[in-house]
T-cell receptor
């Protein structure tokens, strides 16, 4: 079932600006992951943050996780036209047996205008 | 990095025919593969989870007799859309999971590039 909810659904910014996307989920998780998808293509894994982590960085990406609010944010700094894509959060639900299924949010469509 | 391929990348078929989509993990053994469906401008919806050598587990609302999944080896899973209809037209994406420990730091899923199915 769909668990993650991203907002905004669409975001349009100028090149060089920062882009922030948010994700909320409903149940306990092992980790939360962010993916990128260019139109009509497969998914590219961007970053994973575990449930015991609060913030993680990777290049121009910064991800935060607030398990008390069941929410995460993805910040892309100094955006480029090439960042134009849809961004999805995905949660791996907590399961003692080791559940590896991912539940994807609806995604945020980011447009970076040159 | 781990690579997953899908074949074909796109297919057009007539209503009533069956279509087979292959998902291969090229450089690692995947004990679990997942099949997703994505309609235009929507998110990925998990269809089924497939473990090598056993029957696939289907999500609620997914017809197992219509979407046949075979996971015969640790590197290959196939999805067959039987008696396809126009409403089955979608983007089908597979992922292969490498378990934590050894090669992978966590239970990663590596996604294939997707297969665009159009049923006329």
């Amino acid at each position: 079932s769909q668990q993650g909810e991203e907002d905004p659904q669409a975001l349009s910014i100028q090149e060089g600006e920062n882009a922030t996307m948010n994700c909320s989920y409903k149940t306990s998780i092992n980790n939360l992951q962010w993916y990128r998808q260019n139109s009509g293509r497969g998914l590219v894994h961007l970053i994973l943050i575990r449930s015991n982590e609060r913030e993680k960085h990777s290049g121009r990406l910064r991800v935060t996780l607030d398990t008390s609010k069941k929410s995460s944010s993805l910040l892309i700094t100094a955006s480029r036209a090439a960042d134009t894509a849809s961004y999805f959060c995905a949660t791996e639900p907590y399961s003692g047996a080791g559940s590896y299924q991912l539940t994807f949010g609806k995604g945020t469509k980011l447009s970076v205008i040159p | 990095g781990a690579v997953v391929s899908q074949h074909p990348s796109w297919v057009i078929c007539k209503s009533g025919t069956s279509v087979k989509i292959e998902c291969r993990s090229l450089d690692f053994q995947a004990t679990t593969m997942f099949w997703y469906r994505q309609f235009p401008k929507q998110s990925l919806m998990l269809m089924a989870t497939s473990n090598e050598g056993s029957k696939a587990t289907y999500e609620q609302g997914v017809e197992k007799d219509k979407f046949l999944i075979n996971h015969a080896s640790l590197t290959l899973s196939t999805l067959t859309v039987t008696s396809a209809h126009p409403e089955d037209s979608s983007f089908y994406i597979c992922s292969a999971s490498g378990l934590a420990g050894g090669q992978f730091a966590y239970n990663e899923q590596f996604f294939g590039p997707g297969t665009r199915l159009t049923v006329l």
